[in-house]
């Protein structure tokens, strides 16, 4: 089964086999262009096969800490070394740091090269590759230097996933939840009912093409994120400070876990969500075995959030949810009521599991 929509104006397919679509798409461009790649194995082979043709086929050495300016300035070496011309078509192959780096490397190459993402993690056929973010991290912090720029096309290549690390599908599910707490309907009552199942069994094209649609939907409103695309950071205020406190022991996946159920606990302490629906987001997040409490002091949670980038005045506003499917963002809340929140996030001390 193969999905399709041109919500943002260009193709987001997802298909179990993406690659000979990707490979027409390429083909129709008729113009020169080079692969480039995350260098891992199974990566590099999804690469190979679509390299005929190309006029280079580069492999990088990824991973979260090289989403850095000097991996782009490798990047854009490399291009001018292969001979790139402001008419060639770069291909991205890779996770959510490859859609990154080389969606950024293409906006800056002779000021913009045109640039299609071929997503082999869960994360970047979810979300990274979809919307035109791109961004590289600073010391100061994580994607803080980067372009909105769209790319001609992405394709989620889904039987990549056999080979994702279960922590990596783990990631990408956290993003995934988030999306369906905002959209509600089908999507999050799809993921009500396959919870339960192992995620070999699970009907991965349709629920990455539901995610990627409602994604696509928010995005196609709010292109520079000036407003509705904040929905978006459902769980992410909470999730980025948890991380921050934790040194990054937390992951980005478990901390939006972790923020899915604070968001859900400060509405719930403002009156604007029902006991019902945090419920059965508990429920969801248990059942897929994400974080529910942390170690992470209040105190410190809150002296991590006082770093969130999307702060106004020194205050954090939330996205909280008013129903599942209901999502309103810009929302303030005073620092007793985060406070409770952080307590309650808090695992007691001696608590085991
Ligand atoms: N621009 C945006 O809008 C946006 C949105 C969400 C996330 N992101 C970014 O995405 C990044 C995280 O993405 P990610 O989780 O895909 O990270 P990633 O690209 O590093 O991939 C995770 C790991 O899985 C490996 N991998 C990827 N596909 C594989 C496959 N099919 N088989 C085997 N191994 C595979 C990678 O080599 C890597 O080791 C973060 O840097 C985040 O900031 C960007
Ligand atoms: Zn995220």
Do not use: C
Not at 96 to 110: I, R
Not at 172 to 186: H, M
Not at 260 to 265: D, K
């Amino acid at each position: 089964m193969t999905f399709q929509n041109e919500i943002l104006g260009y193709p987001v397919v997802v298909a179990a086999d993406a690659l000979p679509i990707a490979r027409r798409a390429i083909r129709a461009r008729g113009v020169p262009f080079v692969v480039l790649h995350d260098a891992q194995p199974e990566i590099a082979a999804i690469a190979r096969s679509l390299a005929r043709g190309s006029q280079a086929t580069i492999a990088f050495d990824l991973g979260e800490r090289r989403k850095r300016l000097a991996t782009v300035e490798r990047v854009l070496d490399a291009l001018a070394q292969a001979g790139a011309e402001r008419s060639t078509l770069v291909v991205g192959v890779g996770g959510g740091v490859a859609s990154d780096l080389f969606g950024l490397a293409s906006a800056l190459y002779m000021r913009g090269v045109a640039f299609l993402h071929v997503a082999t993690s869960l994360v970047a056929m979810a979300d990274a590759a979809i919307g035109g973010k791109t961004a590289v991290d600073l010391t100061a912090g994580k994607n803080l230097a980067g372009v909105f720029r769209d790319p001609i096309g992405v394709f989620a290549h889904v039987n990549a996933l056999r080979t994702l690390p279960l922590r990596s599908v783990r990631e990408g599910l956290a993003e995934i939840l988030k999306v369906a707490i905002v959209g509600g309907g089908d999507l999050f009552e799809a993921l009500e009912e396959l919870a339960a199942h192992e995620f070999s069994r699970w009907p991965w094209p349709s629920i990455v093409a539901a995610s990627a649609g409602i994604k696509a939907s928010i995005v196609a409103r709010d292109r520079l994120e000036s407003g509705e695309r904040a929905l978006l950071n459902l769980g992410h205020t909470f999730g980025h400070a948890y991380e921050r406190a934790s040194g990054y022991a937390i992951t980005h996946g478990a901390g939006v876990a972790l923020g899915l159920r604070a968001a859900g606990l400060l509405a719930l302490r403002l009156g604007r969500f029902s006991e019902r629906e945090h419920l059965r987001v508990l429920a969801l997040l248990a059942l897929l075995k994400m974080p529910l409490y942390t170690s992470v002091p209040a105190r410190a949670f809150l002296a991590a959030a006082a770093h969130d980038k999307k702060r106004r005045n020194g205050v954090p506003r939330f996205v909280l949810p008013n129903a599942i499917g209901d999502v309103a963002y810009g929302i303030e809340a005073s620092r007793k009521d985060v406070l409770a929140v952080a307590t309650l996030m808090q695992r007691a001390p001696g608590a085991r599991g």
